[in-house]
T-cell receptor, first 110, second 113 residues
Framework: GIQVEQSPPDLILQEGANSTLRCNFSDSVNNLQWFHQNPWGQLINLFYIPSGTKQNGRLSATTVATERYSLLYISSSQTTDSGVYFC????????????FGTGTSLTVIP | DGGITQSPKYLFRKEGQNVTLSCEQN?????MYWYRQDPGQGLRLIYY???????QKGDIAEGYSVSREKKESFPLTVTSAQKNPTAFYLCASSRALRGYEAFFGQGTRLTVV
């Protein structure tokens, strides 16, 4: 398989603060996605980003595929940003599988 | 609206019973997946299907079965052979198997009582 490590495992922020979440992966990938799991359990797509940089409002993501990592930036955090953030990768040359990291649990306090 | 619908949202099962979780998508996606999530953990793949009438085991297929008779539907049966079935189950779909964005349903929370 492929190892997907996320850091930090837990993060507590004051509302308005910025943060960076990291995802390291151990092999070449076709696809990398960032998800936000809301308190009801649903996985919300944030970014589909196998390489490069994308921005969506207060969130942006960068994947450096050659160095096997991706970063998710959250700026001016809000309480609604709380939840668990997962990255998932789709490994090259395998049958199929999205490999998920164990997530970063973010709590934004007012 | 296009999307993935899982039902029911909550399901209670007595030990020894089989139960079936529904997953329907209207995104015209070929590939569909079932994942299991345990508390504080990431997702693990149970089964996936590349196309109608074809499906493959994932990492934790034991005690589960699936069918793919229609493109839109990929039901998961949790059998009595699954020793620890209490978990959160998520269904997903993507345009094809590799290199495409995956989208998830709202999940089904199964509890064995």
């Amino acid at each position: 398989g492929i190892q997907v490590e996320q850091s930090p495992p837990d993060l507590i922020l004051q509302e308005g603060a910025n943060s960076t979440l990291r995802c390291n992966f151990s092999d070449s990938v076709n696809n990398l996605q960032w998800f936000h799991q809301n308190p009801w359990g649903q996985l919300i797509n944030l970014f589909y980003i196998p390489s490069g940089t994308k921005q969506n409002g207060r969130l942006s993501a960068t994947t450096v595929a050659t160095e096997r990592y991706s970063l998710l930036y959250i700026s001016s955090s809000q309480t609604t940003d709380s939840g668990v953030y997962f990255c998932a990768v789709d490994k090259e040359n395998t049958g199929n599988q999205f490999y998920f990291g164990t997530g970063t649990s973010l709590t934004v306090i007012p | 609206d296009g999307g993935i619908t899982q039902s029911p949202k909550y399901l209670f099962r007595k030990e020894g019973q089989n139960v079936t979780l529904s997953c329907e998508q209207n995104l015209n996606h070929d590939a569909m997946y079932w994942y299991r999530q345990d508390p504080g953990q990431g997702l693990r793949l149970i089964y996936y299907s590349q196309i109608v009438n074809d499906f493959q085991k994932g990492d934790i297929a034991e005690g589960y079965s699936v069918s793919r008779e229609k493109k839109e539907s990929f039901p998961l049966t949790v059998t009595s052979a699954q020793k620890n079935p209490t978990a959160f189950y998520l269904c997903a779909s993507s345009r094809a198997l590799r290199g495409y964005e995956a989208f998830f349903g709202q999940g089904t929370r199964l509890t064995v009582v």
